[in-house]
């Protein structure tokens, strides 16, 4: 598999409609091998000859529930799993059966950020390179791919792996306020006593991206909360 | 979950107090019914056997050289197949009525002795005086069971102790008994309640979930106008809001049955503030203004619990402020550490507060919101109800003030688990 649009994902959801739906979603998205059932027998029988690299599955299905139908799946198959789940309790039964479902989604859910589990699912589950974008900032750009900062079409400096990590869980939510807290949690992977390397970390990473970093006007400062990198169209 | 082990422990002591009741009554009606059933038997005469050695003793007169018997006494004797003879002192049988062929004419003082309070040649008999001799009067073979019960004092009251302390004893067999059959019960009342609220929850999150996708794909469409885009935005924000809803209502659920927050672990409580007041800020506060204030103690300190719990009761909380004053107002959410005993560590208290400048809560609501966390769910206002649920099985508490000017203060206080830094 080249990119996670080659992989066939198959649709075990009982609900006709909804069932539709995430077909052409994931059709529209770029998927271009992707089948639908609902009912676990159909998905057995679908599984053992047509061999998904990935399965979403509704939890509750007519004749069965997704658990056991991953369980089953699992004897003959080490393809993701991603649940579509209607109860809150799903969660942490999930947890509690050690199923090694790589994640879930509670119903109802925003195609996006299906979308975006299932690719994510999709990259880790097979090594796939993540396609990193490129930030734009104005007239700065920062590939996220080189780690790159251009301006004027001249690379004027290289992210640091933090400071990388930093601009990356930013862009990932941008528009919208990331805490310290998260922060401290991607780039150093723990929240509790980083908050002066983060303060240290964000004027680094401000001097390579802003034009004036002591008046940042991409990553500016929610006080008392965190940090948001300003979506394009609000400048 | 102290609301609900106050509920159980109020049913378990009602189980209790139903127990020693029903058995107290049951122990005097049986007392009642069997004093009525003697007194029945004795009064209709249905235990009477016939007269007794005394009566036939006193009855037997000699006249002459002979002993004659009231008519009477001799209609009744035969009247209850009885028989009756006279014992001179030398031993011999002096005078007789319907004796028995296998009754001895004479006897010693031994014979006398063994038979005198048992049976004669298995015939149940009884003695008196007569001025000539002794009297004994012979029921019919098998009619009357005669024991004789002999004991020391010493054996009798441990044996009256023995029967009370039985007593007690069945009566906490029943009470235990009582309590697992009543545990039982709870918990399939419990468990069909949450499997009802949860497949509700279930079929209603499906099509929510149709619903959600076709109006966020129908946001992505070029050929939408503003307006139109504006409404398809107002049902996927429609749709979430009821799924919230639903979650709402599934979490009251649990949290009033049986249900101790799963997937504990410590809880930072300024990252949870600081995510709630952003996702606000960054989904809209309405016309309000969302300010977030974290005393520099309270960075860093942790409370055992659930972190989406946790997250759910502050955003019920500065979301019922914004939903109850469209007009706009100020919301404040602050963060603190309460001192424990004498200033020390020990029962220090998180005290999360949200306050705001706005309406403020009407009286039925402020009392409904007041009412013990046994009770029964409101038809309106879950979302604050449910913090209350929270912060009780999270071991704190809530509560729920008007400000003097204007406005409400909803304050939660949860024990501190730890501080890290």
Known sequence: ?235 | MKGLARTRMRDGLGIIASCIIGATVILIANVLIVGAVTLALSLTGASNTGPSATEVSQALAKQGGTYTLSANMVRDLRKHNCWALLINKDGQVTWGLDVPDDIPTSYTPADIASFARWYLNDYPVSIWRHGEGLVVVGLPKNSLWKYSFTSSFKTLGGGILLVVALFFADLVVLVVLARLFARRSWKQRDDARNEWVAAVSHDVRTPLAAVVTDASELLESPQLDEAERVRAKRIVTKSQETAALLADLNTANRLRYAMEPVDTCDVHLAAVARSVVASFLDGGTGGCELELAVAPVAEGVCVRGNEALLKRMLSNLVGNSIHHNPQGCHVTVSFDIRAGLLGSAFRQRCVLSVSDDGRGFGAESLSTLRKKSGDELPEHGLGLVIVRRIATAHGGRANFTNNEGCGCTCTVELPVAVRRT
Request: charged residues 25%; glycine residues 8%.
């Open chain 1, 1 to 235: 598999m080249r990119d996670i649009y080659e992989a066939r994902v198959l649709v075990v959801e009982d609900d006709p409609t909804l069932r539709t739906q995430l077909l052409g979603l994931l059709g529209r998205e770029g998927y271009r091998d992707v089948h639908g059932t609902g009912t676990v027998a159909d998905a057995l029988l679908i599984a053992s000859t047509w061999q998904p690299h990935l399965y979403l599955l509704d939890v509750m299905l007519p004749d069965g529930n997704g658990f056991d139908l991953l369980r089953h799946l699992r004897e003959t198959s080490d393809a993701p799993a991603l649940f579509l789940s209607a109860r809150d309790e799903d969660a942490s039964r999930l947890r509690g059966l050690g199923l090694g479902a790589d994640d879930y989604v509670t119903k109802p859910f925003l195609p996006a950020e299906l979308l975006l589990r299932l690719a994510a699912v999709l990259r880790r589950s097979y090594r796939l390179p993540e396609v990193l974008p490129t930030i734009t900032l104005g007239k700065t750009e920062v590939d996220l791919a080189t780690g790159e900062v251009h301006r004027g079409g001249n690379a004027v400096a290289t992210l640091t792996a933090k400071e990388h990590a930093l601009i990356k869980r930013l862009s990932e939510s941008r528009g919208s306020i990331v805490t310290t807290d998260e922060l401290c949690h991607s780039v150093y992977g723990d929240e509790f006593g980083y908050a002066n390397a983060l303060a240290i970390l964000m004027r680094r990473l401000r001097e390579k991206v802003e034009d004036d970093p002591s008046h940042p006007c991409w990553i500016v400062t929610v006080r008392g909360l965190g940090y948001r990198l300003v979506n394009e169209d609000a400048q």
